[in-house]
């Protein structure tokens, strides 16, 4: 079995979790028109989390997945600042994965590792952004996730329509996603 395991991310991960972050990018969301892809490339990316890292915010949090030692993923989740989403207290802000290490217990995992960080930091409810082409969508209905708004983000002036997501039982979703982790645990 895989040694997965998520930390806290330190300055010294930018350069990995800015290739991860352009990567997935590009790879999850291809549906995208070329000059969206292109804007949010590894040098974006690098820029966007020196700047996190020189001014984390109060309540945000960016979590590293490591495969053994080797940094495979990245998720982060922030208070709630849309005024789309009124009644989320905290956003599930990101989460990218290596394509070869998606699948099996790591997305549950690093949804646990962020609902468990939303609960102990007051952020609950959370809520989530799915673009509407993203098929992982599904999934969040699945772990108890109401769609409750739909819209059309504008991205580098495209119209690239996505759902807001949002659970109102913190609780129930840990219990849940703590039930699909042990179903690949070792017994």
Known sequence: MRRYSLKTAEKHHIETISHIHAYCWRETYSFMPEN???????????????SW?????????????????????????????????PLGKGEMHAAYILPEYRGG???????????????????????????????????????????????????????????GYIHNDIDRLISRLERIIARYLPS
């Open 53 to 85: 890292f020189a001014e984390i915010r109060p309540q945000e949090a960016l979590f590293t997945l490591h495969y053994d030692k080797q940094v495979v993923g990245f998720c982060m989740c922030k208070p709630n600042d849309d005024l789309d989403a």
């Open 105 to 163: 217990i790591v997305g549950p995992l690093m949804m646990l590792k962020m609902a468990l960080y939303m609960k102990e930091n007051d952020l609950s409810p959370p809520i989530l952004w799915a673009f509407k082409q993203n098929s992982i969508r599904f999934w969040y209905a699945q772990l108890g996730w109401e769609r409750f708004i739909y819209r059309t983000r504008s991205i580098n002036g495209n119209a690239i329509p996505e759902y």
């Open 36 to 50: 969206v892809l292109a804007n949010r490339d590894q040098k974006y990316r690098q820029r966007q989390w020196e």
